[in-house]
């Protein structure tokens, strides 16, 4: 148990649906982030999130919509996907303090199986 | 641009044999190292970095890996598995200054009895 909670922990949809998925930490972290885990692929970052605020998105498209209202919750906005999505989506979250430092480390959740029929 | 290469998708080993996961990374700066394992229908963890200092750094669950600067590798070591250790692990890569983590396309470890 890391600390980082994902649900749901499986997740069906077909293209034309809006779902969402939630990702949740009661560590005190003050970064949270959105991965990709495809089969057959490296982890890929989708978005960063500082204090609330978003500091990375590497060019996702706008299908995928992050949203994080407090430091402790972070929510991906699906809608209109398309198969090709069909992946593991990892929440993670660590504590901000400049780069990584010696006591610092990424938490990750258990993911979310998202099948895109 | 930073982009890591695990040379292995796959290493089937029998228990107690030792064990090297190869890792290769590419950066044009300063960069920190890491190892994540994953188990089976659970998030990523963190088994060990480096950030600065000695090059062998030691991580959990007996693992240890060393940072070799003129050949670009941060390679996994083990000296002895258990069925326990049967996992994906993931080498991944930060430049320095900031928090984006590249993850390489991880390594099947497989061990056997």
């Known amino acids: 148990e890391t600390g980082v909670t994902q649900t749901p922990r499986h997740l069906v949809m077909g293209m034309t649906n809006k779902k969402s998925l939630k990702c949740e930490q009661h560590?005190?972290?003050?970064?949270m982030y959105w991965y990709k885990q495809s089969a057959k692929k490296p982890l890929e970052l989708m978005f960063v999130?500082?204090?609330?605020?978003?500091?990375e998105n590497n060019s996702v498209p706008s299908r995928f919509s992050p949203e994080c209202p407090n430091s402790s919750h972070l929510f991906l906005h699906l809608h209109t996907l398309q198969p090709e999505d069909s992946a593991l989506y990892l929440c993670?979250?660590?504590?901000?303090?400049?780069?990584?430092?010696?006591?610092?480390?990424?938490?990750f959740g258990s993911g979310t199986q998202l099948s895109v029929l | 641009a930073q982009s890591v290469t695990q040379l292995d998708s796959q290493v089937p080993v029998f228990e107690e044999a030792p064990v090297e996961l190869r890792c290769n990374y590419s950066s044009s700066v300063s960069v920190y190292l890491f190892w994540y394992v994953q188990y089976p229908n659970q998030g990523l963890q963190l088994l060990l970095k480096?950030?600065?200092?000695?090059?062998l750094v030691k991580g959990i669950n007996g693992f240890e890996a060393e940072f070799n600067k003129s050949q670009t590798s941060f390679h996994l070591r083990k000296p002895s598995v258990h069925i326990s250790d049967t996992a994906e692990y993931f080498c991944a890569v930060s430049p320095r200054g900031r928090r984006a983590l590249t993850f390489g396309s991880g390594t099947r470890l497989q061990v056997q009895p």
């Open positions: 480096y950030l600065s200092g000695s090059t």
């Open positions: 560590l005190g972290h003050n970064a």
């Open positions: 993670a979250s660590s504590l901000l303090q400049g780069d990584f430092t010696t006591n610092e480390k990424l938490f």
């Open positions: 999130y500082n204090f609330k605020e978003q500091t």
